[in-house]
């Protein structure tokens, strides 16, 4: 007797996308960072796998801004300058807003409750930055998933890989802000209301008012 599958098998990634999925975790992570150069044959290397996809997973950061492709040198690590971090920011308190108030009437006491456990685990991690921000993303990204907008939420991803790496560094040198639980609870208070329109502008209270203090270090280091 042959078992069903209780789910189809996921397709391998191709060359192309395990290359793309190496550097954007690299990138995130902060293993490269603003200026590095990328060396396609040393990368390729590095993987196990020949220079072409590694090519074409770098043309695919570059049309998300993460890296500027040069003639003949590869690629090298993009940075945001101030003008494009408040950008991306009031991108993403649109986009997450947006998400946010089309997912407020769908959630459920269940999926509350996971909210809550995903702020547990970012304060368990308060010391240890890079986990924090990436606890941080996971509790966001699946805040806007609740939207059930595929389209809406592969925009606000892009948008956190870009921020990601600059989100490490700065909390690498600089305390988390300790009002950091409490704002995201306000959100969960606001979404329990059953007001979207609330919830909305409360999430973008809490995403705009990060953008002060992380545009200060860009500009100072401190």
């Given at each position: ?194 007001d979207g329109v ?17 545009v200060r270090f860009?500009?100072t280091g401190v």
């Amino acid at each position: 007797m042959h078992l069903v599958p209780t789910y189809a098998a996921r397709l391998p990634m191709t060359a192309e996308e395990e290359a793309y999925s190496f550097l954007l975790d690299a990138i995130c992570k902060g293993q490269y960072r603003t200026g590095d150069r990328l060396i396609a044959e040393d990368i390729a290397t590095e993987i196990g796998m020949s220079r072409m996809p590694v090519r074409e997973a770098f043309r695919r950061l570059a049309a998300e801004g993460l890296v500027t492709l040069r003639p003949n040198r590869g690629a090298v690590v993009s940075g945001l300058n101030i003008d494009e971090m408040h950008e991306v920011f009031e991108m993403r308190s649109a986009l997450e807003g947006l998400a946010l108030r089309v997912a407020v009437p769908k959630i459920t006491e269940r999926q509350l409750s996971k909210l809550e456990r995903l702020l547990d685990e970012m304060d368990e991690c308060r010391d240890e930055s890079a986990e924090w921000v990436s606890r941080h993303r996971v509790f966001h990204e699946y805040l806007c998933s609740l939207s059930e907008r595929p389209r809406l939420m592969r925009q606000i991803s892009a948008l956190y890989s870009v921020i990601e790496p600059h989100m490490r560094l700065w909390l690498q040198h600089a305390e988390k802000p300790l009002s950091a639980r409490e704002e995201h609870s306000e959100i969960l208070d606001a979404i329990r209301t059953g007001d979207g329109v609330k919830a909305e502008r409360v999430l973008r209270d809490h995403i705009e008012g990060t953008v002060p203090e992380l545009v200060r270090f860009l500009e100072t280091g401190v």
